[in-house]
């Protein structure tokens, strides 16, 4: 099985500034990785797929880069509605064997 | 656009078989050719994914759940299902389904676009 390590567990940053989120993999997954967006009482919704692809409608100030085992999801001038909690998970595998990170939650400093 | 929507019981019995269906509306499973996915949050937690079922049938589970799980699915009546024998206070959790899609050819479903609200599921006698 291949864990996934988001790092932080908890970022506080002030809204407008930009926001950098960790995920690493265990082992290489290529550019076989997502992030999900989730907030309280909702189910996680797609951000990027294929480590830097944003999914439809996903605001262009949300970025994603990396490859093999070392992920970066990065938000350029956060607003308030951004204030959530992430996620990663990869796909590298078939037949599948899909994990996701245990999430970093964005904070409002 | 795509709506999925899980129903079943809110709390099973330890050693009981919990069962979940989604309802998809507003979009077609049968031939549709995605796999229909569920997925578990602990409170507080993170993400498991659980197993996935294509239109035509063919299942796919996580390997620490195999033994205890299976996913079906129902054209005729636009649901997939869950079932999840055994359960211990660990399987008590939010499930989602969601539907699966890949930006990949060689692997046929790898990321999940529409998700359900998510229903709570708790163990406890």
């Known amino acids: 099985e291949i864990l996934m390590t988001q790092s932080p567990a908890t970022l506080s940053v002030s809204p407008g500034e930009r926001a950098t989120l960790s995920c690493r993999a265990s082992q290489s997954v290529s550019t076989n990785l997502a992030w999900y967006q989730q907030k309280p009482g909702q189910p996680p919704r797609l951000l990027i797929f294929s480590a830097s692809t944003r999914a439809s409608g996903v605001p262009a100030r949300f970025s994603g880069s990396g490859s093999g085992t070392e992920f970066t999801l990065t938000i350029s001038s956060l607003q308030s509605e951004d204030f959530a909690v992430y996620f990663c998970q990869q796909y590298n595998n078939w037949p599948p064997m899909y994990t996701f990170g245990q999430g970093t939650k964005l904070d409002i400093k | 656009q795509l709506q999925l929507q899980e129903s079943g019981p809110g709390l099973v019995k330890p050693s009981e078989t919990l069962s979940l269906t989604c309802s998809v509306s507003?979009?077609?499973?049968?031939?549709?050719?995605?796999?229909w996915a569920w997925i578990r949050q602990p409170p507080g937690k993170g993400l498991e994914w659980i197993g996935f079922v294509h239109d035509s049938g063919t299942a796919y589970y996580t390997p620490s759940l195999k033994s205890r799980v299976a996913v079906s699915v129902d054209t005729s009546k636009n649901q997939f299902s869950l079932t999840l024998s055994s359960v211990t206070a660990a399987d008590t959790a939010v499930y989602f389904c969601a539907r699966s899609i890949t930006p990949l050819v060689e692997v046929p479903a790898a990321i999940f676009d529409y998700w359900g609200q998510g229903t709570l599921v708790s163990v406890s006698s």
């Open positions: 507003r979009g077609s499973i049968r031939n549709s050719g995605y796999y």
